[in-house]
Nanobody, 123 residues
Framework: QVQLVESGGGLVQAGGSLRLSCAAS????????MGWFRQAPGKEREFVGT????????YYADSVKVRFTISRVYAKNTLYLQMNSLKPEDTALYYC????????????????WGQGTQVTVSS
């Protein structure tokens, strides 16, 4: 089993940057593909990006491509989401998730989820 804890959210002005972290428990972090999702008030949860278990492949939603970067550090069992050029529409609760079966954009493909960290972007 994997436990995930997100951190790094906060309030930032439009155009600013934030880096989210997701700390994973257990020794099998390297076996999982990892993903970031977000949910804005009144909206469904949506895919942000994903990284393969090897770290060699990343995929992003069109809305965040170029602005966001996913990375992972195996020695720290930690997943990151670097967010640049933030926009008010990026405001949401951000979740990290782990998938045994590999990268994917559907949230039902992920087995473990964190509790989320709030990101608010002011205009």
């Amino acid at each position: 089993q994997v436990q995930l804890v997100e951190s790094g959210g906060g309030l930032v002005q439009a155009g600013g940057s934030l880096r989210l972290s997701c700390a994973a428990s257990g020794r099998t972090f390297s076996s999982y593909a990892m993903g970031w999702f977000r949910q804005a008030p009144g909206k469904e949860r949506e895919f942000v990006g994903t990284i393969s278990w090897s770290g060699g492949n990343t995929y992003y939603a069109d809305s965040v491509k170029v602005r966001f970067t996913i990375s992972r550090v195996y020695a720290k069992n930690t997943l990151y989401l670097q967010m640049n050029s933030l926009k008010p529409e990026d405001t949401a609760l951000y979740y990290c998730a782990a998938a045994r079966r590999g990268v994917g954009q559907r949230d039902d493909g992920y087995d473990y989820w964190g509790q989320g960290t709030q990101v608010t972007v002011s205009s």
